[in-house]
């Protein structure tokens, strides 16, 4: 490859983590701040979250929620009111302990997390049952201060939506529960074309000060997990907490039931690390910031620029198309938007319009075609509708290739250390042994899902009477 050429990012085979570095870097995505732990989002990583932000609000609003937004500080003493939730998170919190010169009276929260400020809000807008459901979302950042980091997986600071809502009773709130990790699974599986397994987290797992956690979990393509959304069942322990009451139809007092749900930008570490490949980005056409990049070939030449705009033109109303006229020689400029994961190049020149086609070549498996003029739009549509279907189920085929089953310990350990991968193993239900399994194995419960097959009687673990069929993996 030549000087100023795009260089190759390490083979993922090699070191996948740094291939994961080298490709958020070198398509441009992000860029390291001066604060250990948070990332500049470049326009093109920010492009991208744009659309899936699009995508996901649309559902959201479709599903009957109105957006807010909650300050950014949460003073110490309201966080203290709710225990198990600011257990959870003591570890993670930052604090603002001074105002310009002065000393705080009291210490101010950066939010890791909102339950806190939409409780405290609740309690003062929610007075009767037709108050009821109240179903807000909000898009934010929020701030957790990790130990170890990457870029877009685990950040101090990142961005996300979390939807949080009361209802009437449990049953409506749980309701609510399945019916936004059904969204999530929606926006996983269509729009960004990464196959989800959907179920409950472990008791140890599920989020702190909730009553029960739903996840999607999703596999990366070195064989490691990612959940890769959430939603949560809060019962009423936020609303005995802050005092959250409506008058029923009888009048009688009762406690409200709450839900929250959230997606973040590590979504888009997940779409790299499940489509991505040893040229770059893979990126799924519904939402990539450029479907279409047309590359004039021989642009000094006349007529070339002038017939490249003019397809750019009548290109735009089907497809979000851009044109590179810049000096770089065309071999650079196929490296830099295969780095970037473009669903097609459009390649135009001399001969082509002579010839009155254009040559179109696909990200995803690198076919080229040569397709007529006449042709073109609706071949462009085809293609696009294709990849995204190819990108789907080659990520299916992957994951259901690397799902094992495990009936006993030591088969657990080897197939962990030999085939990483989603593991389906029986277990018993008890914290001791999933504490176990992670300490010695370095695995974690990533879900029990909702489709239960019954692989034993025994936990593969301990050899007590299994309860339940667990996906265990080595996760993000």
Same mark, same amino acid.
């Given at each position: 490859m030549g000087k100023g050429f795009v260089q190759d990012v390490t083979a993922?085979?090699?070191d996948f983590a740094q291939w994961y570095t080298d490709v958020v870097k070198k398509a441009d995505l992000i860029d390291y701040s001066s604060v250990r732990g948070s990332m500049i989002i470049r326009p093109y990583g920010y492009a991208l979250w744009e659309n899936i932000k699009n995508e996901l609000d649309r559902m959201i609003k479709d599903t009957g929620h109105e957006n807010v937004y909650m300050p950014l500080f949460i003073p110490e003493s309201l966080l203290n009111k709710e225990k198990d939730h600011i257990e959870g998170f003591a570890p993670? #919190?930052?604090w603002v302990t001074h105002g310009g010169e002065e000393e705080l009276t009291e210490r101010l929260c950066v939010r890791p997390t909102s339950e806190i400020l939409f409780c405290e809000h609740y309690k003062n807008i929610i007075h009767s049952y037709r108050d009821l459901p109240k179903l807000y979302n909000q898009w934010?950042? #929020? #701030?957790r201060w990790e130990k170890t980091t990457r870029p877009f997986l685990r950040t101090l600071e990142f961005l996300w939506q979390e939807g949080h809502t009361c209802h009437a009773d449990a049953e409506d709130a749980q309701a609510e529960t399945t019916r936004m990790l059904n969204v999530y699974a929606e926006l996983c599986e269509d729009i960004l074309a990464i196959p989800v397994l959907k179920g409950k987290k472990t008791e140890k797992e599920k989020f702190a000060g909730a009553d029960f956690t739903y996840t999607i979990e999703s596999l990366m393509h070195d064989g490691k997990a990612l959940q890769s959304g %959430?939603?949560?069942y809060l019962g009423d322990g936020f609303a005995k907490a802050f005092g959250i009451q409506y008058s029923d139809q009888n009048g009688d007092l009762q406690h409200v039931h709450q839900t929250s749900w959230g997606l973040t930008t590590r979504i888009i570490g997940a779409l790299i690390m499940v489509h991505g490949d040893n040229r770059g980005l893979v990126i799924p056409p519904k939402v990539a910031p450029t479907q279409v990049m047309i590359v004039p070939i021989a642009q000094h030449k006349e007529g070339v620029l002038d017939f490249a705009y003019e397809l750019k033109k009548h290109l735009s109303a089907a497809a979000r198309v851009d044109i590179d006229a810049s000096d770089k020689k065309p071999g650079w400029k196929f490296n830099e938007y295969e780095m970037k994961g473009i669903p097609v190049r459009l390649e135009v020149? $001399?001969?082509?319009?002579e010839k009155e086609q254009v040559v179109l070549v696909r990200r995803d498996t690198g076919e080229k075609q040569f397709v007529p003029l006449k042709d073109l739009d609706m071949t462009i549509e085809n293609l696009l509708a294709d990849i995204q279907k190819n990108l789907f189920e080659k990520a299916k085929a992957l994951?259901?290739?690397r799902t094992y089953t495990a009936l006993s310990f030591d088969e657990f350990k080897t197939t962990l250390n030999d085939q990483p991968g989603f593991i389906k193993a029986m277990w018993c239900g008890e914290t001791a042994c999933e504490e176990k399994i992670k300490?010695? %194995?370095?695995? %974690?419960?990533?879900?029990? $899902?909702?489709?239960?097959?019954?692989?034993?009687d025994s936990c593969f673990c301990c050899e007590k009477e299994a309860k339940q069929m667990v996906y265990w993996a080595k996760a993000y």
């Open positions: 993922m085979e090699e993670e #919190v930052a934010a950042n #929020v #701030v %959430t939603s949560h020149g $001399p001969k082509d319009i994951r259901a290739e300490e010695q %194995t370095g695995a %974690t419960s990533r879900c029990i $899902p909702f489709e239960q097959e019954a692989l034993s």
